[in-house]
């Protein structure tokens, strides 16, 4: 019978809240997208008898165990050591990755701690995998009843390297997979009213078998349609499935799969040589580090101006004093006057603007806390919206800045970005 994937997140820190544990949640993701299932994740201390005993607990019966965390140079870095425990195997040093180690070290300038030898220790019969961005080789151990894979903590080291390295090797593994389904991301709407929608849709088609899912994203609403089974008709069913839904939720569906929003309209953008400009206020930076999330940004975003006072909105982006003094900061002409300045005086093909009342503090019964309006901002047109969002101040923040990118995506065209 085919197994399924166990997660084992190691650090005291995750523990006692000093970091926050995002690792498994991108694995859930990445994994699930791929049709694997994921039966559990565990968090565990540093010590070396609970790594052992997760390890145990997560290899029994499953095919394949992913470790994140523990791998680092210093003393409480227990990963390798508690997967030689559990084998019952001394370890050994890797030639191939203390070269790696050390010249990553000369790279930068500088010369190996001895103490990084400890990452280059592994199982005798187990291999490396490789970290192009860090210090921290991973560790894969397989036999014949399924794999461990030891990955480091640091977010962007394991991502890398699932993508790289683990995720190649999956397809050699007896796993259970799903069966095959389709994401369509959404923006805007509230999730029980889109997916009342989704439900009218498939009754009608009569498609009730497919199954659903619903999962809030920072830009939306994702609906998850999954086939019935793996039979062809099951397939061609779920096709019909996802044309209908995505016809009904028209225009929110910007795309399938996995695609993020904001790098999907840069590349709309970088497509057409357009360049992009922001203007925020209660977000701050916000809207602007969303969008350099994305690698290869600088071909489309050209900056942007943080105008938190008014003062500021009035001599970096041109807001007229009258409009500050009659309807406020926080309002449509603002916003529309804040995109409009910044596009001109920064010299893009378009703008977004952000202006709000995130909170807890700072509104009044006209213009409650959560009171947003964004702008866009291009050659022949400005277009503004405004809503009150129910979050608290980080959310709230959130949300506009998905605000300002749908109303970008619509100023493009609406629709799907990821055709």
Known sequence: MAGQIRLVMIGDELLDGRSYESNSHWLIERLSIEGFIVAGTEIVSDEIDDIVAALRRAADGESLVIVGGGLGPTVDDRSREALGVLLGEALVEDSAAVEEIRGRFESLGRTMPETNLRQALRPPRAEMLANPIGTAPGVWQTDEEGAIALMPGVPAEMRRMFDEQLLPRLAGLDLERRPAQIRLRATRGGESALAERVEATLIAAGLASISRSYCVQRDGLDVILRARDATPSAGDELARAANGVEA??????????????????????????????????????????????????????LGGIIAYGDELKRTLLGVSASTLDEQGAVSEATAREMAEGARVRLGADHALAITG???????????????????????????????????????????????????????????????
């Open 248 to 301: 009904a939720l028209a225009p929110r569906v910007y795309a399938r799969a996995d695609g993020d929003l904001s790098a999907l309209l840069l590349r709309r953008l970088a497509d057409g040589g357009q360049t992009l400009v922001v203007a925020e206020s209660c977000t701050a930076g916000l809207l602007g580090g969303r969008i350099v999330e994305t690698p290869g940004s600088s071909r489309v975003f």
């Open 357 to 419: 009342i995130a909170g807890p503090a700072g509104g009044t019964a006209a213009k409650p806390v959560g009171s947003v309006w964004v702008a866009h901002a291009a050659s022949i047109t400005t277009r503004a919206r405004g809503r009150i969002l129910p979050g608290d101040r980080q959310q709230n923040r959130v949300w506009a800045v998905a605000m300002a990118l749908d109303l970008l995506r619509e100023g493009l065209g609406d629709g799907r970005l990821d055709l």
